[in-house]
């Protein structure tokens, strides 16, 4: 006998029940440079209005997305690692065994201080690497197909028959990289922008990534990112086009870019006969520090104070804070002062 209209009504209403239950969960996590646009990213993700603060450490924050009418919504986590290269043992704590099929990392990389961005890179993406093998190991105790169906993805995304594969080296879990501050890099002199650029490609095609450039100032680079950031979060469409000229901002999707296309490294006339390089990584960073000498950065006299922002002063706890820094700085000049065997009265212990 045919349902009545009733009838059909009851049956939807439970089958979207179901999928109420049902709604999915994914994790970004943001990282890179310090101070490279990282929180401002987020919140014009989130579109929020809002001025950036400084992040402490690690931060959490999350968006939602509607599947439909009464559906219900998937959520997408969003994990924001501050303080450069220098707190990146954090990401311990977002790189979880149980969430590995659904998380994604971003890597900001700050166009406008290009001595800073080798070091920030290389040292950000071993520690990732070093933990992701981690959790790929303490994921096999319940799944212990875990790392096939990682790297069965890691393929599928990039390209089984790329004639690259042998040479890359991917990372297992969806990795982007994004160049910020696009309108102070767009004004660089053109060969270290060229330089720049294919140095970023390579780097980025080597690790099976995504790469695109970014500024808060051109909306259209915005909105670029907001679709990215919603293709990895919630599994919308992104845009396939490929942009690879250094005079405009790049953009190119995992397994799209080629090591012919990319050319040879930039290596100065002067350093062509000193190649030592064992491996084309090695080559490309000789090539590229060659041109802009790299500053150590991963040092916590570079990260911000917490103590001092506003958005955490106590009072209470502030006083005590000051106090015992003019004790220290009283005990230091004593000790100075001890050394040079000359001494006062002026000291006295807490």
């Known amino acids: 006998m045919d349902k009545s209209l009733w009838d059909l009504a009851i049956e939807q209403n439970e089958i ?3 999928e109420n239950f049902s709604s999915e969960e994914s994790t970004v996590i943001v990282m890179g440079s310090k101070s490279s646009g990282k929180t401002s990213i987020i919140l014009r993700f989130l579109d929020r209005d809002e001025p950036p603060k400084p992040t402490v450490a690690l931060e959490y924050t999350f968006g939602r997305r509607s599947k439909g009418h009464n559906i219900g919504k998937d959520v997408g986590h969003i994990w924001e690692l501050g ?13 979880t065994p149980d969430a590995l099929l659904q998380t994604t990392l971003i890597l900001v990389l700050d166009l406008a201080t290009p001595t800073e961005l080798w070091n920030t890179m290389e040292t950000l993406l071993q520690v990732a690497r070093s933990r992701l093998n981690e959790a790929i190991k303490e994921a096999k105790a319940t799944d212990p197909q875990i790392e096939n169906k990682l790297r069965k993805q890691t393929w599928e ?18 990795l982007a990289i994004v160049g910020s501050k696009y309108d102070i890099f767009q004004d660089f002199d053109s060969d270290k922008r060229k330089t720049i650029c294919k140095t970023l490609r390579f780097l980025a095609h080597i690790h099976g990534a995504s790469l695109q450039f970014f500024s808060t100032k051109q909306e259209q680079l915005v909105s670029r990112m907001k679709g990215v950031l919603s293709f990895y979060l919630f599994d919308t469409t992104v845009s396939k086009t490929i942009q690879v000229d250094h005079n405009k901002p790049i953009f190119v999707s995992a397994g799209q870019d080629a090591l012919q296309q990319i050319g040879t490294p930039p290596l100065n006339d002067g350093d062509v006969g000193k190649v030592q390089a064992r491996n084309p990584m090695e080559l490309w960073k000789m090539a ?28 209470a706890i502030d006083t005590l804070r000051s106090q015992k820094q003019e004790e220290l700085e009283r005990y230091r000049k004593l000790a100075e002062r001890r050394s040079k065997g000359t001494y006062d009265n002026d000291y006295v212990a807490a």
Do not use: C
Not at 308 to 314: H, L, N, S, V
């Open 83 to 95: 303080g450069g290269t220098w707190l990146s043992k954090l990401l311990d704590i977002p790189i």
């Open 16 to 18: 979207k029940k179901d």
């Open 157 to 174: 995304r990039i390209g089984e028959e790329h004639p690259d594969k042998n040479l890359m080296n991917p990372f297992l879990i969806p």
């Open 288 to 315: 590229y520090t060659s041109h802009f000498p790299q500053t150590y950065v991963n040092n916590p006299s570079t990260v911000d104070d917490p103590a001092k922002d506003p958005q955490f002063a106590e009072p």
